[in-house]
C-alpha cells in the first residue's frame, strides 16, 4: 500500500484558556481521499480544535503541517491562501450579498490583485466561474441571484460549504455542517461531502452519529480535550472506553 | 443595469450639470459658499470610505483634512508662489503618512476602542498645531501668496480668482467620486464591503483584512490631506480648529445624515449639513434664536434620521419600495 497523501498534520496541539485545558495533546492527521470525523460531547473541544488546525487562534504549544509545511506560526488568511478551507458552525456568510456574491468573494481570494483599482472585480475570470462552480457543487445553481439572507437554514449551510469550495481548498474543516438540518437537507449533504472525498482531505466535526458512522472513514473521540480513541468506525463503535465514556449515554 | 442605478446615472449627471452652472444664476457669496462645501464633500467622501463601506468609524478624520491645510501654508514662502505641482502632492503625502501611521496602530482595535483611539491621535495633532511654534497657535497662519498653476512659466489657472477656482474643486470633486465608484466596484472595493459584512469569513477565506483595513484608512487619509489642500487654498487661511474634533464629529453627521453605503449620500450629507446650518444661522429668519443654531441643526439632523434609517440618499429606493408595496426589504440590495 503507498504511504497516504497526508494533507494536514496536527501534531501534540495544546491550547489553555487560564486553567481549563480545552484541547489536550492531541495530534492527528488528514489524508486526501478520506474523511476524518470527530466526535465528542459539547465542550470536548472539538471547535477550538478547528479553531487552531484554522489558524484562528493560536495553540498553547504544539504544531500544524500543511502539506509538509510547517504553518504552525502562519496567521488564519495565510494558512487559507495555501488550501486550507473551513466552515462555521455558526453561520458565517455574508447576509446582504446574493448567493453569488457570496462565492465570488471567496473565490476572489485566489486572485485578490487588490491594487487593480479599475478592474471590476465581477469580470474576473478566475473568480466569477470558480463562484458558479461552487453554487453548483453546493446545490445552491437555482438561488445564485437571491440574497444569502434570505436562504432557508439549511441552504445558508449549503452556502458555507460552496463559499469554502470557491477557495479551492485541498483540505476541508466542517464544523457541525448538519446542524439543525431535515433528514432530507442531511442526505444531500452527505452526498455532497462523499463527492468530495475523493479530491479532499476533509476533516468532519459532528453531533449527528448516523451521519458520521454513515460517511467516516475514520474517528477520533474526544474527551475533555484530549483524544481516547482514533481509529476506523467499526473499532471506535467496538471501544470499550468510548462506549462508557461517550456513546453508552445512546446506547 | 436595474431601474434604480440608472435613475442614479441620471441624478448624479443633473447634479453636475447643475453644479456647473451654478455660478451662472450665484452671486460671490453662493460661489464661495458651494466652493466651501465642495471641499467638505470630497474630505466626508474620505470619509464615507472608511465608514461606509469599510465599517470603520473614525473619529479623527479632521486630522488628515488639517495636517494637508498646514503643510499647504507651512510650506508656502512669504513673497513668492510655488508650484502647486510640488506642493499638492508634498502635502497629501503628509497626510498619507500621518494615516499609515494612526492607522497602523489604531486598527489593532475594534469597535468603541478604535473610535477612542482615531480620536485621541486626531487630538494629538490637534495639540501640535495649537501649542507649538510650528502652528503658531489658535490664530492660525495667512497663505500670502497662492500657489501658482504653471508649466514652462506659463499660468494655466489663477487660483486666486474665485470661480476659477470654484470650477478647480467641482473638478476635484467629479474625479475623487468617480475614483472611488470605480474603487468600490474593483476587487479591492468588493473585498472591503465583505470586511464590513464578516471581517471573519474573509479571514477564512484567505484575506488578510488588516492590510486591507491599513489600505483603506491610508488611502482615506490621502483623501482628506488633498481635501485640505484645496481648503487652504481656496481660503488662504489655516487654524487650529481645522483639526478639532467638532470637525470630526461634523462630518460624521454629514455622512449619516446623507446615508451610509452610498457615495452620493456623502456628497448630498455635505450640502445638506451646510445648506441647514446657514438656515438656523440666519438671523432674519430666526431673530434672537439664530445665536443657538445648534439647538435647530440638532434637532432637525434627529428627526431627519429618525425618519430616514438610509439617509437622504435613501430616499428614492425608500419610495420606490413604498410603491411597489410590500416588497421583501433587504439591506443593500439595491445599493
Given at each position: 500500500?503507498?504511504?497516504?497523501d497526508?494533507l494536514l498534520?496536527?501534531e501534540?496541539?495544546?491550547?489553555?484558556w487560564?486553567?481549563l485545558t480545552?484541547?489536550d495533546d492531541v495530534?492527528?492527521?488528514?489524508?486526501?481521499g478520506s474523511?476524518?470525523?470527530?466526535?465528542g460531547t459539547?465542550?470536548?473541544?472539538k471547535s477550538?480544535?478547528?479553531n487552531?488546525?484554522?489558524g484562528?487562534?493560536?495553540?498553547s504549544?504544539g504544531?500544524?503541517?500543511?502539506k509538509?509545511?510547517d504553518?504552525?506560526a502562519?496567521?488564519?488568511?495565510?494558512r487559507?491562501?495555501?488550501?486550507l478551507?473551513?466552515?462555521?458552525?455558526r453561520?458565517?456568510?455574508?447576509?446582504?450579498?446574493?448567493?453569488l456574491?457570496?462565492?465570488?468573494?471567496?473565490a476572489?481570494s485566489r486572485?485578490?490583485?487588490?491594487?487593480a483599482?479599475?478592474?471590476?472585480a465581477d469580470?474576473?475570470t478566475l473568480?466569477?466561474?470558480a463562484?458558479?462552480?461552487?453554487?453548483?457543487?453546493?446545490g445552491?445553481g437555482?438561488?445564485?441571484?437571491?440574497?444569502?439572507?434570505?436562504?432557508?437554514?439549511?441552504?445558508?449551510?449549503?452556502l458555507?460549504?460552496?463559499?469554502c469550495l470557491?477557495?479551492?481548498?485541498?483540505?476541508?474543516?466542517?464544523?457541525e455542517?448538519?446542524?439543525?438540518m431535515?433528514?432530507?437537507e442531511?442526505?444531500?449533504m452527505?452526498?455532497?461531502?462523499a463527492?468530495?472525498?475523493?479530491?479532499?482531505a476533509i476533516?468532519?466535526?459532528e453531533?449527528d452519529?448516523?451521519?458520521?458512522f454513515?460517511?467516516?472513514?475514520?474517528?477520533?473521540?474526544?474527551?475533555?480535550?484530549?483524544?481516547?480513541?482514533?481509529d476506523?468506525?467499526e473499532?471506535?463503535?467496538?471501544?470499550?472506553?468510548?462506549?462508557?465514556?461517550?456513546?453508552?449515554s445512546h446506547a | 443595469?436595474s431601474?434604480?442605478?440608472k435613475?442614479?446615472?441620471v441624478?448624479?449627471?443633473v447634479a453636475?450639470v447643475a453644479?456647473?452652472?451654478f455660478?451662472?444664476?450665484?452671486g460671490?457669496?453662493g460661489?464661495?459658499l458651494?466652493t466651501?462645501?465642495?471641499?467638505?464633500a470630497?474630505?466626508?467622501?474620505?470619509l464615507?470610505?472608511?465608514?461606509?463601506?469599510?465599517?470603520?468609524?473614525?473619529f479623527?478624520?479632521?486630522?488628515?483634512?488639517?495636517?494637508?491645510a498646514?503643510?499647504?501654508?507651512l510650506?508656502?514662502p512669504?513673497?513668492?508662489a510655488?508650484?502647486?505641482?510640488w506642493l499638492?502632492?508634498v502635502?497629501v503625502?503628509?497626510?498619507?503618512?500621518y494615516a499609515l501611521?494612526?492607522?497602523?496602530?489604531s486598527?489593532r482595535?475594534r469597535g468603541?476602542?478604535?473610535?477612542m483611539?482615531?480620536?485621541?491621535f486626531?487630538?494629538?495633532?490637534?495639540?501640535?498645531f495649537h501649542d507649538?511654534?510650528?502652528?503658531?497657535?489658535t490664530?492660525?497662519?495667512?497663505?500670502?501668496v497662492?500657489p501658482?498653476?504653471?508649466?514652462?512659466g506659463?499660468t494655466?489657472?489663477d487660483?486666486d480668482?474665485?470661480?476659477?477656482?470654484y470650477y478647480v474643486v467641482l473638478?476635484?470633486?467629479a474625479?475623487?467620486?468617480a475614483?472611488?465608484?470605480?474603487?468600490?466596484r474593483?476587487?479591492f472595493?468588493r473585498a472591503?464591503?465583505g470586511v464590513?459584512?464578516?471581517?471573519?469569513r474573509?479571514?477564512?477565506a484567505?484575506?488578510?483584512?488588516?492590510?486591507y483595513k491599513?489600505a483603506?484608512?491610508?488611502?482615506s487619509?490621502a483623501?482628506?490631506?488633498?481635501?485640505?489642500?484645496?481648503?487652504a487654498?481656496k481660503?488662504?487661511f489655516?487654524n487650529?480648529?481645522l483639526?478639532?474634533w467638532?470637525?470630526?464629529?461634523?462630518?460624521?453627521?454629514?455622512?449619516?445624515?446623507?446615508g451610509?453605503g452610498?457615495l452620493?449620500?456623502?456628497?448630498?450629507?455635505a450640502?445638506?449639513?451646510?445648506l441647514l446650518?446657514l438656515?438656523?444661522?440666519?438671523?432674519?429668519?430666526?431673530?434672537a434664536?439664530?445665536?443657538?443654531?445648534?439647538?435647530?441643526?440638532?434637532?432637525t439632523?434627529?428627526a431627519?434620521?429618525?425618519l430616514?434609517?438610509?439617509?437622504?440618499?435613501?430616499?428614492?429606493?425608500e419610495?420606490?419600495r413604498?410603491?411597489?408595496?410590500?416588497?421583501?426589504r433587504?439591506?443593500?440590495?439595491d445599493?
Amino acid at each position: 500500500m503507498p504511504t497516504p497523501d497526508v494533507l494536514l498534520r496536527g501534531e501534540r496541539l495544546t491550547r489553555r484558556w487560564g486553567g481549563l485545558t480545552a484541547v489536550d495533546d492531541v495530534t492527528l492527521e488528514l489524508t486526501r481521499g478520506s474523511v476524518h470525523a470527530v466526535i465528542g460531547t459539547n465542550g470536548a473541544g472539538k471547535s477550538t480544535l478547528i479553531n487552531l488546525l484554522s489558524g484562528e487562534i493560536p495553540a498553547s504549544s504544539g504544531r500544524v503541517a500543511l502539506k509538509g509545511q510547517d504553518v504552525t506560526a502562519w496567521p488564519q488568511p495565510a494558512r487559507a491562501r495555501a488550501g486550507l478551507g473551513r466552515s462555521y458552525q455558526r453561520t458565517t456568510i455574508f447576509p446582504q450579498f446574493t448567493v453569488l456574491e457570496n462565492c465570488r468573494l471567496a473565490a476572489q481570494s485566489r486572485r485578490q490583485r487588490p491594487w487593480a483599482w479599475w478592474e471590476r472585480a465581477d469580470a474576473c475570470t478566475l473568480a466569477m466561474p470558480a463562484a458558479q462552480r461552487a453554487a453548483q457543487a453546493a446545490g445552491l445553481g437555482d438561488d445564485l441571484d437571491r440574497p444569502a439572507g434570505l436562504l432557508s437554514h439549511g441552504g445558508r449551510r449549503q452556502l458555507e460549504i460552496a463559499m469554502c469550495l470557491a477557495t479551492a481548498p485541498d483540505v476541508l474543516l466542517l464544523d457541525e455542517p448538519l446542524a439543525g438540518m431535515g433528514a432530507e437537507e442531511t442526505d444531500r449533504m452527505l452526498d455532497l461531502l462523499a463527492s468530495l472525498r475523493a479530491g479532499h482531505a476533509i476533516l468532519l466535526v459532528e453531533h449527528d452519529m448516523d451521519a458520521v458512522f454513515r460517511i467516516a472513514d475514520r474517528i477520533t473521540v474526544m474527551v475533555n480535550g484530549a483524544v481516547i480513541a482514533s481509529d476506523v468506525p467499526e473499532a471506535v463503535r467496538a471501544n470499550a472506553e468510548v462506549q462508557a465514556a461517550y456513546l453508552g449515554s445512546h446506547a | 443595469m436595474s431601474a434604480g442605478a440608472k435613475t442614479g446615472g441620471v441624478a448624479l449627471a443633473v447634479a453636475a450639470v447643475a453644479l456647473a452652472l451654478f455660478p451662472l444664476v450665484a452671486g460671490k457669496f453662493g460661489v464661495d459658499l458651494v466652493t466651501k462645501i465642495m471641499v467638505f464633500a470630497i474630505l466626508a467622501l474620505s470619509l464615507e470610505l472608511l465608514v461606509g463601506q469599510t465599517g470603520l468609524v473614525c473619529f479623527g478624520q479632521a486630522a488628515f483634512f488639517g495636517i494637508g491645510a498646514y503643510t499647504v501654508v507651512l510650506l508656502s514662502p512669504q513673497y513668492e508662489a510655488v508650484s502647486i505641482f510640488w506642493l499638492a502632492p508634498v502635502a497629501v503625502l503628509f497626510a498619507t503618512l500621518y494615516a499609515l501611521f494612526v492607522g497602523a496602530l489604531s486598527l489593532r482595535t475594534r469597535g468603541i476602542y478604535f473610535i477612542m483611539v482615531t480620536l485621541a491621535f486626531a487630538q494629538m495633532a490637534y495639540y501640535v498645531f495649537h501649542d507649538t511654534p510650528l502652528g503658531r497657535g489658535t490664530d492660525g497662519i495667512y497663505l500670502y501668496v497662492k500657489p501658482a498653476v504653471e508649466v514652462a512659466g506659463l499660468t494655466l489657472v489663477d487660483l486666486d480668482k474665485p470661480l476659477t477656482f470654484y470650477y478647480v474643486v467641482l473638478g476635484a470633486l467629479a474625479l475623487t467620486f468617480a475614483f472611488l465608484a470605480v474603487l468600490l466596484r474593483s476587487r479591492f472595493g468588493r473585498a472591503l464591503a465583505g470586511v464590513k459584512a464578516n471581517e471573519q469569513r474573509m479571514r477564512a477565506a484567505g484575506y488578510s483584512t488588516y492590510a486591507y483595513k491599513l489600505a483603506a484608512f491610508t488611502l482615506s487619509g490621502a483623501i482628506a490631506g488633498f481635501a485640505g489642500v484645496l481648503f487652504a487654498v481656496k481660503d488662504g487661511f489655516v487654524n487650529p480648529e481645522l483639526l478639532a474634533w467638532h470637525l470630526s464629529g461634523s462630518l460624521l453627521v454629514m455622512i449619516i445624515l446623507g446615508g451610509l453605503g452610498r457615495l452620493q449620500g456623502a456628497v448630498i450629507g455635505a450640502f445638506a449639513y451646510e445648506l441647514l446650518r446657514l438656515i438656523f444661522q440666519h438671523e432674519p429668519l430666526f431673530g434672537a434664536f439664530a445665536k443657538h443654531w445648534q439647538l435647530g441643526l440638532g434637532l432637525t439632523i434627529i428627526a431627519m434620521v429618525a425618519l430616514l434609517p438610509e439617509g437622504l440618499a435613501g430616499l428614492p429606493a425608500e419610495i420606490r419600495r413604498r410603491r411597489v408595496g410590500r416588497a421583501p426589504r433587504t439591506a443593500d440590495a439595491d445599493a
